[in-house]
């Protein structure tokens, strides 16, 4: 990535243009998967996909609950 950087330095087109921190972005990726690290993140997104899914359940079982109070309390009048 350090190399990159230095074409870069020398000629900003030298990895395509523009030269934003999107492309900047990118070739640090690329530089990453050459390397092996597919994606360094997987742990965390894994684990945030799980409590969402725990999460989303809850939120229905109360939606759930709020509903059926609702035709309840409609239902006694």
């Keep these: 990535y350090a190399k990159i950087l230095e074409d870069l330095k020398k000629d900003p087109a030298s990895h ?12 640090r990726e690329q530089v990453l998967k050459e390397l092996g ?12 996909s799980e ?12 939606k ?4 059926v109070c609702v035709y309840l309390i409609i239902g006694l009048k």
């Design 16 to 27: 395509g243009n523009p030269l934003d921190i999107l492309l900047l972005c990118r070739l």
């Design 37 to 48: 690290f597919r994606d360094i993140f997987k742990k965390v997104k894994v684990s945030l």
């Design 64 to 67: 759930c609950r709020k509903i």
């Design 51 to 62: 409590q969402s899914v725990v999460l989303c359940a809850e939120t229905i079982k109360l």
